[in-house]
């Protein structure tokens, strides 16, 4: 999307395609899963679960964290990773009205 571009568009639609952007990688719903199923901050052993190079590791998890669906804190030599439970939130409450807002029980269209 075009930084011109969006503003043709609502917020809440631009704010669905931030967050979707954030979710379209494999990568980056692996370590979302893995932060979720840890329910704690997580430092250093992602790269060991992702099987993926330091490097993109630390690629996929800038991402999250500029959108928002991670925090974290720096212990020490290496940075700690865990959910932001407010912006999960808020994940949470937009997909559900995005979804929502299809009738899939009417009448097929196709």
Known sequence: MGATKTD???KQQND???MAKALAHPARIAILQYLVKKNACVC???VD???LAQATTSQHLKELKTAGLIQGTIEGASVCYCINPKVWKQYQQLFAGFFKEVDLNGP???
């Open 8 to 10: 043709l568009f609502t």
């Open 49 to 51: 679960e992702l099987g």
């Open 108 to 110: 097929s269209c196709c």
């Open 16 to 18: 669905i395609a931030i």
């Open 44 to 46: 250093g052993d992602l």
